[in-house]
């Protein structure tokens, strides 16, 4: 038979009492916390106060772009096109509705659809469009076939447009019409990701709730390796390139 007093004494809790030592951690965060710090013995010091520099200073390295305007245009339009995306070059705002019109009628698109708020007063009646301001929807009556956007920013390294979700640039715009089309002025067009980056971050309320990349219309090779447009979003991306403005 087991000793009696021994087995009480087993079952006697531990004096907790003490606290732990600073290389026993009570949770697994410390535990990582702990990892991390003793990594200083191995050359990789953790950074003290006033050591940390922002990532914002820190640029990786960049293709040697253009910097003239003329150059940044073309460079966005190479690569644009590279994406499967068309380009028009315009030189007025007022030239927009015929110029969209004229688009949609060579690929015999439906002449509905929504535009940006702040295009809604360009005329669109006058050159035959039926284009209501506001977010975009598939409904089964009346699918908006044509998404007409402006953008906060366009890269010319890679031909990507950037949109800033907004009341103003709703997020479903650009993404539920078989087409967007996309006004770029050339003062919007920026060298690289970063410069966009810069622009999104200087916006009057800061960054915005979500940012969309746009490189030419949506696809996918997931069957067979057969390249498809359209899987997920627009068809055809179509890009005004506002000249002079």
């Known amino acids: 038979m087991p000793n009696s007093k021994a087995s009480q004494a087993s079952l006697q809790p531990t004096d907790t009492s003490a606290p732990p030592t600073p290389w026993a951690p009570t949770d697994s965060r410390s535990a990582v916390l702990a990892r991390i710090r003793a990594s200083g013995a191995h050359g990789v010091a953790p950074l003290g106060p006033g050591e940390r520099k922002p990532i914002a200073a820190r640029r990786g390295p960049a293709p040697e772009l253009p910097s003239d305007t003329a150059g940044l245009l073309r460079w966005f339009e190479a690569q644009s096109l590279r994406l499967s995306a068309t380009v028009e070059r315009l030189d007025a705002m007022a030239q927009i509705p015929a110029?969209?019109?004229?688009?949609?009628?060579?690929l015999q698109?439906?002449?509905?659809?929504?535009?940006?708020?702040?295009?809604?007063e360009l005329g669109w009646d006058a050159a035959g469009l039926d284009l209501r301001p506001g977010p975009a929807s598939r409904e089964v009556n009346r699918p908006d076939a044509l998404g007409v956007s402006g953008v906060l920013a366009a890269v010319?390294?890679?031909g990507t447009l950037l949109l800033a979700s907004s009341a103003d640039s709703p997020a479903s715009l650009p993404l539920l019409p078989e087409t967007h089309i996309a006004v770029v002025r050339a003062s919007q067009v920026v060298a690289t990701m970063e410069d966009a980056f810069v622009r999104a971050r200087a916006l009057p309320g800061g960054m915005p709730r979500s940012l969309n990349f746009i490189s030419g219309p949506s696809r996918t090779a997931d069957i067979e390796q057969t390249l498809v447009l359209g899987a997920h979003g627009p068809y055809r991306v179509h890009i005004l390139l506002m000249e002079s403005l």
């Open 99 to 106: 110029a969209v019109a004229a688009y949609a009628d060579r």
């Open 109 to 120: 698109l439906p002449r509905q659809g929504v535009c940006w708020p702040s295009l809604a």
């Open 156 to 158: 010319a390294e890679t």
